[in-house]
């Protein structure tokens, strides 16, 4: 079973950036796809943005499109998620979770113990 961290977030004013990290132990990210995912008190989990490792195919849910962009790290066997013009509504606790393909959410099995983003206006 792999084990994935999470790392990078923090307290940032609307319009600002950060930039949240998911490294895995155990084996590398090869033959799967990594997402990331957000939950908001009382809401439900939902993906947010996927990539294939062996490909780079990227995957973005409409509410991030054109804002966050996410990358992979073949030598630190990491992947990456960039969030720029970040609004308080992106106010979650985000996780990385690894699975066999992009799409759908439950395609997702091993999960890190995510890291909160907060967005102030």
């Known amino acids: 079973q792999v084990q994935l961290a999470e790392s990078g977030g923090g307290l940032v004013q609307a319009g600002g950036s950060l930039r949240l990290s998911c490294a895995a132990s155990?084996?590398?990210?090869?033959?799967?796809?990594v997402g990331w995912f957000r939950q908001a008190p009382g809401k439900e989990r939902d993906l947010v943005a996927a990539i294939s490792w062996n490909t780079g195919t990227p995957y973005y849910a409409d509410s991030v499109k054109g804002r966050f962009a996410i990358s992979r790290d073949n030598a630190k066997n990491t992947v990456n998620l960039q969030m720029n013009s970040l609004k308080p509504e992106d106010t979650a606790v985000y996780y990385c979770a690894q699975g066999k393909r992009l799409w759908p959410s439950n395609a997702y099995d091993y999960w890190g113990q995510g890291t909160q983003v907060t967005v102030s206006s």
């Open positions: 155990g084996r590398t990210f090869s033959n799967y796809a």
